[in-house]
């Protein structure tokens, strides 16, 4: 054995040990990956990945995606070894209260850890989007003997993850796209939860990657470090497509439960755990303990870092001074302010009653805004964008080999869309925005709930946000889907009542840095408000706003409260006036955003919604729930709390009941049931 | 061209008609895939399946799934020239308020229609299912000489289908299982909304089929019909392995716009309508009109379905006399009925502090009534199986080339094992279940409401159904789901507060026929709560009923209300203790389920919650979102407005405030703000 490999094997139980050492102590955990695994995370990291222990954000290190989250044991252990800012006491707190070492990797808690990952599949999918945002950045910013941005993404998947849909569809596109810079290996261990993957999961992995366009190798033994350096080394060189290394291991590895589910997500007795030190000729070594040599060994490898970095600095500084407009860009982008000019970017609609779809003044308002950001809003559709209305005209395709566009043609790929988009946010460089109809919200939700948990900058735009879209019917409609999403935690939605409000809503989409935005948008036309007798559009920003009080004397206060988003604020204010001529003073709110609203004080929240004014009317084309807790037990609802229907959209807001004549007899019936 | 080539040519210009006629009138549809695909749909509806329009729903006729539901016109064409109960009136009225024809195929709305379809992915993965189930019931009920169940699973799949994650799942959980008789064609028409397939889809999907272990074929013409009968043959004859036949088409075939997105969904202008007319040669016949060669040749074709079906039901009458209790037990599932002897099955739990897990309690139910239910409840985990406790012990594997078995494993699946579960119960037969953590309900959401929509009986088993499960953290802990779940028109959520809440939460599921149920599982222990002193638990089915009233003089009115669902019942009836010992009396009732609450009358609803008690409080470890329903504006929560956290479950429920300290607090701040 070659000093290298002697030294390998030595640094490999380091690992391993560390990462069963966490597991038994926190009494949960996965230990079976770590032990199995560990020489393709080792092999990655020690022979290839460019990263800055002191500088874990800097701009062009490699990222890496354990997208099997479950075996996250393994990366605390490398983070901790390599010296990132992750002391051993981190790792015996592993997956306890305040630790910066929870149960599955989560991006902003661990240094180092690139990706929210857990939820199989999304990993994968993820990376696809930083290869995907290196690759547009480097297309946009490098110029000759000036790579600047120039790095690979790396990462471990499982038969779960191969598993995923999201996969299929995340792999298929990196496939067609050519992103020659995504190497991942597949921990191959024969081994799920249930048994053995020939219970379920037979097919030719090599061959389907083969058929999406992925170059694929076959490791043999994926415990041996040299195998698997060579495959890495011919992913590297095979720069127009991205690889699959496929690389044969033994889950829980030496341990007595090797190669069985048992290993799989729970710590070990301490019998196997005893017995598993012993395998591995630690028994005399106190656990959480590292032999020297191999602390000296990681802490030599890490000190690569500073100087990689330090030369990277030094190529930026010629940079600068050669391409100094588009270093600027460069820094500006990374640091995600956007430039001074996009304030004066925004339109304006003037008030219309023939109206505007607000998904026309969603195109319109990206279209402005693309160009003082140009470069930086990337995004695309599945495969929905003329719908959707959200082609970025004169900015390019972004295409097979072909990243410096703004356009993506997602294909039908909700999923992978959401996912790819969140692996962009996370990678820096790009505010990406994704768009299907509202229905297909349900086929991306994990990827949306990802983004709000990793507080990130994406923007989801659905059109074709109610029974409005008319015929093509229940399949197509959302009901239950505002509702849904509201329930999501760090997910601002918007739901725009008119061409300028959504203005308003890409304005609060664009600037917001700590969460994802949904704005939600109509296929069918609606009335510009007229904003001279209205209040201004800008209230959105409070989430809700008092559009106008009506009827009655002037100054008194309101007899009802109405309040609607979206398409049904038209007709909202269509039914306060019929009330006005009745002689009811009725208030109508516009109340696009729940969440926005929720974070206003108390005393706006109040002047908006007066306590004492109990008799209130809730108006949107979606599930009741929720409401309630703005009309209260009391309240009236003109909701929908069943499915659609296939017919012409004026059809079905006639027979759904919003209609101002409808409208005003809840709010009639409402005040009457209060009277009592 | 021979006599049969002539008249084919006749009847596809019929269907092509038709179904282009429909989409003018309506004003709105898709008009390309009928143009492109008629040869495919003709193909297998004339030379191959097997059906009777006088009796849609035979048990064994084949079965035909349009996955691609945007092409429906071209479905409801077939239906009607072939004499299902769908008269020329109702294509006329496509798309109409009330029509049998809505915007995408609708099971129950159609006769003929088996599933409903829209949503791309979830046809074929549905007709995974329905295969399943075939091969499932033909392994328990056919004896030698009695195919009582024997029928192929066709179906028309288009590229957006094929780019759905779910679809990957299906095809791969088909492959490795061996459906032989299922049949898909893929209509190639290599044009998608935003354009060419080259955009976004240059996978091999050949290849990729091969990968999956399917049986692949290529059609050169897809638009000749003999060219597909030879590729269906083939596939037929391929027992073993299922078959996907690739097409190549002309989306929009013959019209102006042929081979363009423009002809996919809209209709054409009134010239490139007339120009579409001119070029099949019907310039002179009248819209909705047919040859009477053609309909003479439709009504011959469909009267082979009635003398196909009465042999079929030759055979079974003496089959029942060979065999009469498999033959009563057939008809018995075929109806979905369940054997008295269930009714015998049902577990009860004695009270127990220290407690049993729902997910334990649900896994013993479920094994009490698979004895009865044997072969009728079939059902499996997307690898979760241990976890969720849903393995029914003695009853079989399903696995490749062997189908009697009850415990399906589906893989790291979750998508495709809602919609393979749906395609199941579409089919008949079978009572499916499905299982995993409700964190990944997220990943099958669109499959959930599909059976929702379309008044599936399916069971969807949750466990780890909060912060509950403790260290695997916020990416696995569900917090906005039941919200999320509940949002779903016609699906009903039950949450039990202990064991034998879970045994009434199986009840209600097992008997519920128009629609699906979500049971939501602890991991954790839960006591069994002492049903001599608390209601019985048969009280669930109600949705929600008083557990007590503690404190204060008894039959006085309670001074609060407290609500509770699932594992915060236990706590809450501690907290309820706490205001007692202080002089408050206190309801408490246990919620297990919004939808069954809210459908009984108001009377009972009034009984559980006085109007006139306003001092509410409601305490569930998920987001607040719907609760102010029952709470008023004035009430309180303890709920979970943010991500959860790695930490051990005690811990966790401790930060979060589900302590009785902490929600007798909240009482109290609810009770002083109500008393101001």
Known sequence: ???????????????????????????????????????????????????????????????????????????????????????????????????????HPEYGETPGVEATTGPLGQGLSNAVGMALAEAHLAEQFNRPGFSIVDH???????????????????????????????IFVYDDNRITIEGNTQMAFTENVAQRYAAYGWHVEEVADGNRVEELARAIESARSETRRPSLIIAKTHIGLNSPL???????????????????????????????????????????????????EASWREMFAAYEKAHPELAARFRRMMRGDLPADCDSAWPVFSADRGGVATRDASGKTMNAVAVPLQGHLIGGSADLGPSVRTVLKNHGDIGHRSFG???????????????????????????????TFLQFYDYMRPSVRLAALSRLRVIFIYSHDSIGLGEDGPTHQPIEHLAAMRAVPNLVVIRPADANETVWAWRVALSRRTGPTAICLTRQKLPVLDRTVLAP??????????????????????DVILMATGSEVSVTLQAAEVLAAEGRR???????????????????????LPPDITARVAVEAGVSQGWHRYVGLRGGLVTIDRYGASAPAETLFEKYGFTPAHIAEEVNRVMLKGAK
């Open 258 to 308: 090797q190669d069985t589910e048992k290993v799989h997500g729970e710590p070990m007795s301490a019998g196997h755990y005893a017995e598993t030190r012993r395998r591995y000729g630690v028994s005399d070594r106190a656990p959480f303990s590292v032999p020297q040599e191999s602390l000296d060994y990681f802490r030599h490898a890490a000190a690569r870092g500073p100087r990689i």
């Open 537 to 558: 559009a800008a209230g959105l920003l409070k989430g809700a706003y008092v559009l106008t009080d009506l009827g009655g004397s002037s100054g008194a206060a309101p």
């Open 405 to 435: 566009g703004a356009n993506l043609h997602y294909g039908v790929r909700e999923h992978a869309m959401g996912a790819i988009s969140n692996g962009m946010a996370l990678h820096g460089g790009i505010i990406p925005f994704t768009s």
């Open 1 to 103: 054995m070659g000093d290298q490999a002697r030294i390998d094997e030595l640094n490999l139980t380091a690992i391993r040990m560390l990462s069963l050492d966490q597991v038994q102590k926190a009494n949960s955990g996965h230990p079976g990956l770590p032990l199995g695994a560990a020489a393709i995370a080792y092999a990655i990291w020690d022979r290839f990945l460019k990263f800055n222990p002191r500088n874990p954000l800097w701009d062009n290190r490699d990222r890496f995606v354990l997208s099997a989250g479950h075996g996250c044991a393994l990366q605390y252990s490398l983070l901790h070894l390599y010296g990132y800012d992750l002391p051993m006491e981190e790792l015996r707190r592993f997956r306890q209260w305040g630790s910066r070492t929870p149960g």
């Open 586 to 608: 009725a208030r109508v709110v516009s109340m696009p955003s729940w969440e926005l609203f929720e974070s206003q004080p108390e005393s706006y929240r109040s002047e908006v």
């Open 152 to 182: 690979y993404t790396y990462g471990i998947c499982s038969d779960g993850d191969l598993m995923e849909g999201i996969t299929s569809e995340a792999s298929s596109l990196a496939g067609h796209l050519g992103l020659g810079k995504l």
